[in-house]
């Protein structure tokens, strides 16, 4: 049986504005497995972006509970959120946030850098180019931003989420930025990680490109109205690698 990355019970998160109390999540229980692909979906106001953000150790709920990866990290303050945010979820946005005057491989070497997990220079590097690499950016990785393609910059975001093997990829919107073609191109390679085993969460409120996960978490009103596996859409998408051997890093960093 799959290990579960996410188990939320009875989760709510009530927001307070002068006098006024505002339930954003009114009791979510959701479950998601190792190596699904899920869309989560909703309005406006919805609560989706609320639980996008509890999902992400942005936040952390009012009550209820939220394991990731077997982790109980409901209860913890912002910085142990930090440590568990850096080492168990991969950040894909719609806006890329990729440093402008920052070569490819160098955007994609920081969260090793931040995360102080004790590589080398060496060892970096080489994680960083791995990763450019199984997402169809060979010979690109000197490239600065204003050099790529609005594809290759999210290319170049995707890869700086895996480099740190995280438990699970979280996108927000990652193809609001994306003309059609470029869309669907940047959805085969979340088809192709996803493929490979990789867990990955998908938050968006346009329901073709929900249509590329294999099951719709569909959020109105602060809970979950509907929670379905989906026939997907599949892109074919060249040039993107099998995920490499991991760098060998001593059990003592």
Same mark, same amino acid.
């Given at each position: 049986m ?9 989760l ?7 006098? *006024?109390e ?6 979510v229980?959701l ?8 869309a ?5 106001g ?7 953000n ?22 913890l #303050?912002r #910085? ?13 946005f ?8 920052t070569?490819a491989?160098e ?8 995360g ?9 590097h080489k ?7 199984r997402?169809g950016?060979?010979g ?10 609005g594809?290759?910059q999210q290319?170049v ?10 438990a699970?990829l ?43 996960a ?10 979950i ?11 074919n998408v060249?040039?993107?690698?099998a ?5 060998? *890093?001593?059990a003592?960093?």
């Amino acid at each position: 049986m799959p290990d579960k990355v996410i188990e939320i019970h009875g989760l709510t998160k009530v927001y307070s504005m002068g006098e *006024v109390e505002v339930r954003a999540l009114a009791g979510v229980d959701l479950l998601v497995d190792e190596g699904e692909f899920i869309a989560v979906m909703g309005p406006s106001g919805s609560g989706k972006s609320t639980l996008m953000n509890i999902l992400g150790c942005l936040d952390r709920p009012t009550a209820g509970t939220y394991k990731l990866d077997g982790i109980d990290v409901s209860t913890l #303050d912002r #910085d142990e959120r930090a440590v568990i945010r850096n080492a168990k979820i991969g950040f894909v946005f719609q806006s890329f946030n990729l440093l402008a005057r920052t070569s490819a491989v160098e955007n994609v070497e920081l969260p090793l850098i931040y995360g102080d997990l004790g590589w080398t220079r060496d060892e970096r590097h080489k994680a960083a180019m791995e990763a450019l690499h199984r997402v169809g950016l060979k010979g690109r990785e000197h490239n600065h931003p204003s050099q790529l393609s609005g594809g290759q910059q999210q290319r170049v975001a995707i890869a700086r989420a895996l480099v740190t093997d995280p438990a699970m990829l979280l996108a927000d919107e990652p193809t609001g930025n994306l003309d059609s073609r470029t869309s669907e191109e940047i959805m085969g390679i979340f088809q192709a990680l996803n493929d490979s085993g990789k867990t990955v969460v998908l938050i968006t409120h346009e329901p073709d490109i929900a249509q590329h996960a294999k099951r719709v978490v569909t959020v109105r009103d602060g809970v979950i109205q509907h929670d379905e596996k989906v026939e997907q859409l599949r892109v074919n998408v060249t040039g993107i690698a099998a995920p490499a051997a991991p760098v060998p *890093v001593e059990a003592t960093r």
